[in-house]
């Protein structure tokens, strides 16, 4: 159950290619089949069924600043939510691709932490950068879980 480089490398990619998958589905069938592959992506790779997610999100804030819960990250990822009412869904945006840069990582046993920058690129080719924090474990089945997830935009002194 030992985690790899090549299997954060990996979950990284997965995650980038969720939310250009997501955004397509917008464009192509609006917010429901938005909410259904955002949903499938967030069980698929996401460790909501081993506990609370440590998911802070890049463009929250207040008393809904944390996502602890599959609903919470589902309002963010893709908006139009009663409960969550200022997310406009960060990934229903345009997304066409994503590229990680790694700072570092940590790996023991079957618990690794990366950091580094993640690029994403819409449709109009305008790049945004965001710094990211990921903690995965991997479950019973050996699937690479997020259990934290921490996101940012890069300080502008």
Known sequence: MQITQTDIEKALTIWGNGKVTISKAFEEGGIEAARKIASANIDNYYGYNLGPVLFKPTMASGAQTFRPTKEGALAY????????????????????????????????????????????????????TVDKSFGYKKDADGNLRIVLHHSSLPYQP
């Open 77 to 128: 990822f893709c908006g139009h939510s009663e409960e969550y009412p200022l997310d406009n869904g960060f990934a229903i945006m345009g997304w066409r691709s994503m590229e990680s840069i790694t700072s570092a990582s940590f790996i023991q046993g079957d618990v690794a932490m990366w950091m580094g920058w993640v690029k994403l690129t819409d449709k109009n080719g305008a790049v945004t």
